[in-house]
């Protein structure tokens, strides 16, 4: 499941720790962030840190990567 070929550095270089901690791919991530209904960045990082009790480092570095329109491969 974990890409090791995510970027060391950025936002990104949180990945493989998200999908090893969480259980999902970043693709997966992505979907859970489109389907939730939200479109403000801290509004989302707030959703997936009570809905889905991720952290706030690891949240924002999704969100703020998802919604700069960088897409994973599924």
């Known amino acids: 499941m974990a890409d090791n070929t995510w970027p060391k550095t ?4 949180y990945f493989p720790s998200i999908e090893k901690k969480y259980g999902r791919s970043i693709a997966e991530w992505q979907e ?6 939200i479109d403000k960045h801290m509004a989302i990082v707030g959703y ?3 809905e889905h ?3 706030h ?8 990567w998802t919604l700069a ?4 491969s599924t």
Not at 10 to 13: E, I, K, Q, V
Not at 32 to 37: E, K, N, T, V, W
Not at 69 to 72: K, R, T
């Open 10 to 13: 950025g936002p990104a270089s």
């Open 32 to 37: 859970i962030i489109s389907a939730c209904g």
């Open 48 to 50: 997936l840190k009570s």
């Open 53 to 55: 009790g991720m952290g």
């Open 57 to 64: 480092g690891h949240a924002n570095a999704l969100v703020g």
């Open 69 to 72: 329109g960088n897409l994973a």
